[in-house]
């Protein structure tokens, strides 16, 4: 079966810009949790959608938003982008809330801002 | 912050067993020890987890010690492709604000041929 989908795959914007982030979770998963990685702060955790509700936030700026939609599908927004928001962007999907099986990762976005 | 410690970097030789250690001496009694892996420019991949027991999988085995501080995640027969950085992350196995998987910074395997 297909796995998790992310789009696009590379992305280069300006500061001041704003970019979506697009997450397309295994068929029939209801949730998605997004991760940034960067090399100064490795792996760290942005927010949980669970049946179009945010369930979860990690410490990052009101910038950083997303949503759920009723196909389960996710979209993540940075607003105002900085230099420090160059990062993959990781989307993680799973059945249920708080997997107890593990998520299945994307292969992620990888963000450049110039 | 990270509850878990691990080594920065390891090197196994091909077609041996790689054993990756883990210290988690803070470790709850209803959070559960996960492993997963991320070769590079890929996501996370989930290996496996488990709580008291020891755990087999087609991937690798996971031995837990009895008081639970560590754990040791084994790959028996390491190939070139298990290159990758391996991330131990311990986490309650509940719905609700623990949801989120705390990355530390994992530990690098070479595979050398």
């Known amino acids: 079966k297909a796995g998790v989908t992310q789009t696009p795959r590379y992305l280069i914007k300006t500061r001041g810009q704003q970019v979506t982030l697009s997450c397309s979770p295994i068929s029939g998963h209801r949730s998605v949790s997004w991760y940034q990685q960067t090399p100064g702060q490795g792996l760290q955790f942005l927010f949980e959608?669970?049946?179009?509700?945010?369930?979860n936030k990690g410490n990052f700026p009101g910038r950083f938003s997303g949503r759920q939609f009723s196909n389960s599908r996710s979209e993540m927004n940075v607003s105002t982008l900085e230099l420090g928001d160059s990062a993959l962007y990781l989307c993680a999907s799973s059945l249920l809330q708080g997997a107890s099986d593990g998520y299945t990762f994307g292969s992620g976005t990888r963000l450049t801002v110039v | 912050d990270a509850k878990t410690t691990q080594p920065t970097s390891m090197d196994c030789a091909e077609g041996r067993a790689a054993n990756l250690p883990c210290n988690h001496s803070?470790?709850?009694?209803?959070?559960?020890v996960y492993w997963y892996r991320q070769i590079h420019s890929q996501g996370p991949q989930y290996i496996i987890h488990g709580l008291k027991n020891n755990e087999t999988n087609e991937m690798a085995s996971l031995i837990i010690t009895e008081d639970r501080k560590s754990s040791t995640l084994i790959l028996p027969h390491a190939t070139l492709r298990d290159t990758a950085v391996y991330y131990c992350i311990v986490r309650a196995d509940y719905g609700g604000a623990t949801n989120k998987l705390i990355f530390g910074t994992g530990t690098l395997l070479a595979v050398q041929p």
């Open positions: 959608y669970f049946s179009e509700t945010q369930r």
């Open positions: 803070t470790i709850s009694g209803n959070e559960y």
